[in-house]
């Protein structure tokens, strides 16, 4: 049970397990799909991704359940993508050894960014299943083909888990949610940007996921300017200034899912090019929306007289 305390947007403890429906659906249909679809089951990759899945939503559970230390779960983090990179998936450049190694950080990074972000009902089940849904359907179009049903079963996973923690939450994905679909996204992100056929198709990922990476690192600068301790827990993301400025969670969360499909939809356009100013007007076109995201609670803050944050 999650119970609430002075940072939590529910007021009644709520069950945290959602996350084990999720992630169990997907992994057992995922077999079925890859077969019916002609593509492998047993690959290294999926052995090796499988295993990365099973051992972080296992700590994930369990820390669920005990409240381990945070150097537990980001010890199974740095293992996990390890086991993504060992198995192949990974950035092939600036050099063999960067790319494996900058393909951790991201997995890493990704997988906690996700985990942040999943404060209000809704937010991160409706981005990621928007995201993977644009994958799902742009996958052909990049030249990743491979990715289609994986990213369509993900999708409808968790369309399947949102009518039980949205707009009224009686249940929420919890740890093995979160971080599972965090990991799972980050994988996603690697593959296209490996395999993709477009000049600039590795910005889909990314760009799919702008909204949440773009929230973490406003408010890890944010906190460092402000000498704040990053790992204490706290309620100063952006979307949670919103939330408490008084708008609505399910307003705060489909402006969310509209920003991770403008993501998706920058991407489209700008995959296919290569040329210096349409890769300028792509970082504005994901940019600019951020920065009246930002505005937009920073003022509500001021008006609202909410408190520190």
Sequence with gaps: ???PDHRSAHATPTPKGGG???MVAFGLFFP??????????FSFPCLMAAGALVLLCGVSWLDDLYQWHPGLKF?????????IVAGGVHLTGP???AGAALSV????????AVNFMDGLNGLIAGCLACAALCVG???PFFGVPALQWPALLLSACLVGFLPFNFPHARIFLGDVGSQGCGLLAGIASLYIASHTILPRGGILGPALLFPLVYDVLFTLIRRLY???????????HLYQIIYRSAVAVPVVSLLEWGLTLWGGGVACLVAPTTGFWSGMAGAALLILPQLAWTLWGVLRARQRAIGPW
Aim: glycine fraction near 8%; aromatic fraction near 4%.
């Design 226 to 236: 402000m000498r704040q301790t990053l790992v204490q827990a706290h309620r100063g």
């Design 32 to 41: 079925v799909l890859q077969g019916v679809a002609g593509q492998p089951v």
């Design 95 to 97: 050099t063999p050894l």
């Design 137 to 139: 359907l742009a996958a």
């Design 105 to 112: 950080l991201w997995l890493v990074f990704i997988t906690n």
């Design 1 to 3: 049970m999650d119970h």
């Design 75 to 83: 010890a199974a983090q740095t293992i996990a993508a390890c086991l």
């Design 20 to 22: 084990i429906g999720v």
